[in-house]
């Protein structure tokens, strides 16, 4: 069975110099609610995975954003999340809106660099963020 596909963004204030990434508090499934991530969802039949993401932080944050270079993750350039979930991610910046938990989540935080990872990250997102906070430190950050 091939794994789930989700998409994500990290969304940051500034590609080219991120010292903000937004982080997002999940409220459902149980087992995971009150636990971080990037905000995003699973990749709909038809979809490309760009369309998803834009069509997620649009309902998750009612946000539109620019997306920015793909973040390749270890396995075939995939971030692998659960047992049955892979995840591709992108780098982005706000275009339109203010983001708030509209669905999912109960609370956003803006993160400064580089104490990125003093939230509770979902389990498949600490590595990920481990590597964002890397990056964003070096020069030309996640442009």
Known sequence: MSPI???AAAVV???AAPRRL???RRTRPAHVAGRWELPGGKVEPGETP???LHRELDEELGVRV???TEIAGPADGRWPITPRHVMRVWAAVLTHG???P???HDQLRWLHHPDWHTVAWLDGDVDLVRELTVRAAEPGGLA
Request: glycine fraction near 10%; avoid cysteine; proline fraction near 5%.
């Open 5 to 7: 596909l989700v998409v």
């Open 13 to 15: 204030d500034d590609l």
């Open 22 to 24: 937004l982080a997002a």
């Open 50 to 52: 760009q369309q998803a």
């Open 66 to 68: 620019q997306l920015g």
């Open 98 to 100: 203010d983001p708030r």
């Open 102 to 104: 509209l669905e999912g």
